[in-house]
């Protein structure tokens, strides 16, 4: 079994445990509850001099193939 399917099926099992415990009731009062933000605030606010990035690595793409194969994010 590959990691990736390992993770899946963790997930899976999670996700079942969590459907099985939660109703759909709860959720929705939840979300209520939440206090609503805008995406543009969250990045506004704060320390100035922070850097705030927003950002996505793409490996490979269907059509392409490997896009890279020497991308080293650290």
């Not at 009731?25 to 100035?48: H, I, T």
């Amino acid at each position: 079994m590959t990691f990736l399917q390992m993770v899946v099926e963790e997930k899976k099992a999670l996700v079942k445990e969590k459907k099985e415990n939660t109703s759909v009731e709860k959720l929705l009062a939840r979300a209520k509850q939440q206090k609503k933000r805008s995406f543009y605030d969250v990045f506004k606010k704060g320390n100035q001099k922070d850097v705030k990035i927003i950002a996505e690595i793409k490996r490979g793409s269907p059509s392409r193939g490997v896009l890279s194969r020497t991308i080293n994010v650290q």
